[in-house]
Structure formats: C-alpha cells, structure tokens
C-alpha cells in the first residue's frame, strides 16, 4: 500500500480539526485513511474531458415536489 499520508499529517489534520485521537487511534485513522486515498486513486483513470465538478447529487433541480393541493 502506497503511504499518502504520515501520521504526523494526520496529527495535524486532526489538531486541526480539534479531534482527540490517542496514539493507537492515530495509528488507525493513518491506515484508515491511506486506504480511503487508495481506493479513491482509480478516479484518475477515468475520462473526465469536459465533465462538469457537481457539489450537489441532484444538480440544479430546485422544487421536487408537487405543489399544494387544498381539498375541500
């Protein structure tokens, strides 16, 4: 497994995050998170030419819903 991140960079990352982390569980999140960048490294084989970043899953819909109906 390739080592993205030291756990020193994850230290920091969790200071700065203001997350206590012991060192057993430093330890984790650094293999933890290692894994996830590994995983995530396959996107970069992708043909991504003239796609467009999203920051939301349903892009640009805005009223889904049906409007109110009154009854009598």
């Known amino acids: 497994m390739t080592q993205y991140l030291t756990e020193r960079e994850v230290r920091g990352i969790a200071e700065y995050a203001r997350i206590g982390l012991s060192g057993e569980e430093l330890s ?3 293999v933890d ?3 996830i960048i590994e995983t995530l490294q ?6 991504l030419e003239g796609v467009e970043p999203t920051f939301h ?3 640009s819909l805005s009223n889904v819903l049906r409007a ?3 009854t009598a």
């Not at 396959?42 to 043909?47: A, N, P």
Request: proline letters at 6%; a negative charge.
């Open 28 to 30: 984790e999140m650094t």
């Open 42 to 47: 396959s996107i970069k084989q992708l043909d």
């Open 57 to 59: 899953p349903i892009g």
């Open 33 to 35: 998170l290692n894994n």
């Open 68 to 70: 109110d109906v009154e």
